[in-house]
């Protein structure tokens, strides 16, 4: 069997709310309540159980999700219909763009509890330059 990423667990404020934004977003669905979690499995089956914790002692997170081109303007049009600032990088300095780094596109936004989430469309190096002629 090879290793695959099976769950993680999501530091929320309010689990529900952070479990509902993201699954909204994406255009999942929030699973079964199991203990103190609540799951959004993605489609490659890794689960982010959402979990509240106090809210002093979240510590941020990235989470990056690849999608297709066209889960990502749907997710997209989501972002936008909802008024959820979006950024082209990382460190949130390019509001209201997108890139199209790797030969794709992508953006970042934060969740409620200020984790930071990303969609992309292409894998981080996926894209190569064609080679330059000397």
């Given amino acids: 069997m090879s290793v695959e990423l099976n769950h993680t667990i999501v530091q929320a404020r309010d689990n529900r709310e952070s479990a509902e934004f993201l699954a909204h977003v994406l255009g999942l669905e929030v699973g079964t309540e199991w203990g103190p979690f609540l799951p959004v499995t993605t489609g490659n089956g890794v689960t982010l159980d959402f979990a509240a914790v106090p809210a002093g002692s979240i510590t941020m997170q990235h989470y990056?999700?690849?999608v297709?081109?066209?889960?990502?303007?749907a997710?997209?049009?989501r972002i936008r219909h909802a008024g959820i600032t979006y950024y082209a990088d990382p460190h949130l300095k390019?509001?209201?763009?997108?890139?199209?780094?790797?030969?794709g596109?992508?953006?970042?936004?934060m969740d409620p509890a200020g984790h930071g989430?990303?969609?992309?469309?292409?894998?981080y190096g996926s894209?190569?330059?064609?080679?330059?002629e000397a």
């Fill in 64 to 66: 990056a999700f690849l």
């Fill in 94 to 103: 390019q509001p209201g763009e997108i890139n199209h780094h790797h030969g």
């Fill in 127 to 132: 894209h190569r330059e064609p080679p330059t």
């Fill in 75 to 77: 997710a997209f049009g």
């Fill in 117 to 123: 989430m990303e969609i992309i469309t292409r894998p």
């Fill in 68 to 73: 297709s081109d066209e889960e990502f303007d």
């Fill in 105 to 109: 596109r992508g953006l970042y936004f």
